[in-house]
């Protein structure tokens, strides 16, 4: 660790400070006299002590990031009283205290305020609603409360003034309240609303149907009452529906059914009653489904078995009755199946097998019977198994012993017979696992009574004749058989499998535990890269094939909707230059997010422009850079829906073991709708790659990712970062560039070890770089509009490498026949 160095306060014209990440300690200076300041970067760090006021003083100021730090202290009555140009305010997870100012909704132009896990305390100013540019406000994990718990939220209220709303977080918090009719009123842009646990009161407003673009609604944990309003039908966004752990009555409404895109809805913990709609099983994007500890009641409908890609589902607590479906065997790829505390009776079937992936399984306090099936020793990730007070019988299998991941286990008060299996989990498990069962026995240390010998075993003399009575009687029609059988195997050989390929659904049945044992369990010796939200591990799996696993950090706010994005945009893409994702997996039983993905051996292209120990030559990077292009032009008009990558820059751009160029990172790409040029977004690029019009509007499309494209190129051929600290006051990368370009001085701002005065091809490479810097200038035009797309841009690079090309074919053609070799030697120069 090491403190922000002092230095910084004398640089009086820097307008950037990104120190994000950086391990950083002590506090933060005073800065206040940087007049030119816009953009202040210290977020993740392990920065203490007060905020200087002085930074609220800075009027140049765009973006403030302090969140992941150990500050402390108020923040001063004059926040945002000084910031007329402030966009971005991110505060969240320090040590902060006192009340939030009212003074930051004079900061007009504000669109990000986030102040979460605090300990800001106080009333939530109604003077939050004047910040009309507002698209995303978080407040959440801190010690606010509302004047009166019998009135209604009227912070609430004074929030549908910010028509550009799109994200809102005000819990856990110590509310109270009710929640306002005037919900309805808040921004048709309003996609996130989550007021999770906030002591609400009351009933749901029908009028939260009007929030028509709603994909995110979580009301859990509150006090909430009356009923789940039928207008939830009107929300066809919603992707996640969560009204856990209130006191919600009446039915489940069959609208629910109608929201097809839901991922996630969570009703357990209320006072639900009747039976479950048979349509639910008609949401075929369902991953989560949870009706636990309510008063439902009749069978568990059939449908829901088929929700093929469902992970969790919980209908415990219940009084459902029945069997327990065979059917249960579609639910191939599913995660947790919790059916405890119900009426469930009959055998249990033995259809287990295909449930490879089940970690969590509760079948306790049912009135099950019959045997517990040997399908159960398929159940190979199983880390919870409980079997708990069921009439169940016989034996319990010996297969259990294969279930070398179970944690707990518990299988108590049934009518189980015999010796307790010695392998596997059982040597680690105690009396309470399998106290209840009169008639088992097992090894001494669990207290019970040894396993006598069955009285008609027979003796080992016996059983010897016996067995060689039957071996010579049987000898040779064995042999017979054996000759049959391999003769048709040599007449009819089967195909045999690719070994380097393997099915997608093994990978989603073993993902999680094949991924521990690939990375040692994400040990940091096989770290080999950290991004904004997570980071990324080289792993070997079983059949020795090397991956790069991309694990996302969930405390990080905006990990699972870039995880979500990610998904949503790599899930049909095929081409060569982007890299090969095989598979995501998400486990909520280990909060675990990842991505799967091709392994790189050579690294990103960041890693070759900026180190002392590799070197590309001017062709390699010209291929690398055409690769890149591809790989653009076909997000843009290759795929049935326009892709709009934005954040194209040299760390995401990986190196195959032939040095051929894949895209990587679509944590923050968009789709782009049919007819769609263009949406709003809320991420920012990074920061020196970003187009200029993501910065004034919020608006993205294809031309934003040209021009971050058009700073790669300039990247590539000068190995100058657009960050580089010579780039301060009027002076950019951009500017650099084109300057260059207007006074014929391309030499002195290309990488040196891409042209040497000696060299004989000079003319051409020295050519090929001005034809590549003057692509880029015309990539980073500040109007989207007058900006080249993507097709022109790849074609352009191609007659560019075919022009050194020649030249350095016909160079080499004028040489004299003795120096063939000579003539090898400098095109390898260049390939």
Sequence with gaps: MRPIPLVITNLTLLKTIIFSSNNLSGTIPEIGNLKRLQVLLLDSNRITGFIPSSIFNISTLQAIHLAFNDLSGRLPASTGLWLPSLEYLALARNKLTGPIPTSISNASQLTVLTLAANAFSGFIPDSLGNLGNLKWLNLANNLLTTESSSTEMSFLSSLTNCKHLFRLIVCPNSLSGTLPISIGNLSASMRYFYAHGCNIKGSIPSEIGKLTNLAWLDLAENELTGTIPTSIRTLPEIQLLNLSNNKL??????????????????????????????????????????????????????????????LFLNLSGNSLNGTLSPDIQNLKVVVQVDLSNNYLSGDMPNSFAPLTALEHLSLSNNRLQGHIPQSFGNLISLEFLDLSNNSLSGEIPKSLEKLLYLKYLNMSFNRLEGVIPNGGP??????????????????????LPPCKPSSTKRSRKVVLVYILTITASTLLVLVILLLFSR????????????????????????????????????????????????????????????????????????????????CEVISNIRHRNLVKVISCCSNPL???????????????????LHSDTHHLDILKRLEIVIDVASALEYLHYGYSTTIVHCDIKPSNVLLDENMVGHLSDFGIAK?????????????????????????????????????????????????????????????????????????????????????????????????????????????????????????????????????????????????????????????????
């Design 487 to 566: 003769y048709r195997k040599n007449k009819r050989k089967p195909p045999v499998a690719d070994e380097g390929v393997l099915a997608l659904t093994t990978w989603r049945r073993t993902f999680y535990h094949e991924l521990v044992l690939a990375t040692d369990g994400f040990g940091e010796s096989n770290l080999i890269g950290r991004g904004s939200y997570g980071s990324v591990y080289k792993g070997i799996l079983a059949n020795g094939i090397n991956v790069a696993v991309k694990v996302f950090n969930s405390e990080l706010e905006g990990a699972y909707p870039s995880f979500e994005s990610e």
């Design 590 to 608: 280990h909060d675990f997010k990842a991505i799967l993905l091709d392994y790189m051996p050579n690294g990103s292209l960041e890693k070759w």
């Design 671 to 831: 789709l782009l709708g049919e007819g769609q040029s263009m949406t709003l977004t809320q991420t920012l690029a990074t920061i020196g790659y970003m187009a200029p019009e993501y910065g004034s509007g919020g608006h993205i499309s294809g031309k934003g990712d040209v021009y971050s494209y058009g700073i790669l190129l300039m990247e590539t051929i000068t190995s100058k970062k657009p960050t580089d600290e010579m780039f301060s006051g009027d002076m950019s990368l951009k500017q650099l560039v084109g300057d260059s370009l207007l006074n014929g001085s391309v030499t002195e701002i290309v990488d040196s070890d891409l042209l040497h005065q000696n060299d004989l091809h000079f003319a051409a490479k020295k050519q090929c770089a001005a034809s590549i810097l003057s692509l880029a200038i015309n990539c980073t035009t500040n109007l989207p509009v007058e900006r080249i797309n993507m097709e022109e841009v790849g074609s352009r690079l191609e007659k560019i490498k075919s022009a050194l090309l020649a030249s350095i074919e016909r160079r080499s053609r004028y040489l004299p026949r003795v120096g063939v070799n000579q003539v090898h030697a400098l095109k390898v120069l260049v390939e």
């Design 249 to 310: 009555q009446g039915a489940i409404p069959i609208e629910l059914c109608g929201l097809e895109k839901v991922f996630e809805l969570s009703l357990g913990f209320n006072q639900l009653s009747g039976p479950i709609p048979q349509c639910l099983g008609n949401l075929k994007s369902l991953r989560k489904l949870s009706l636990s500890f309510n008063s439902l009641t009749g069978t568990i409908p059939s449908t829901l078995w088929r929700l093929r890609d469902i």
């Design 426 to 447: 059982f040597p680690n498990s105690s009396i309470q696992s399998f106290i209840g069962n009169k008639a088992i026995c097992g090894a001494p240390r669990l207290q």
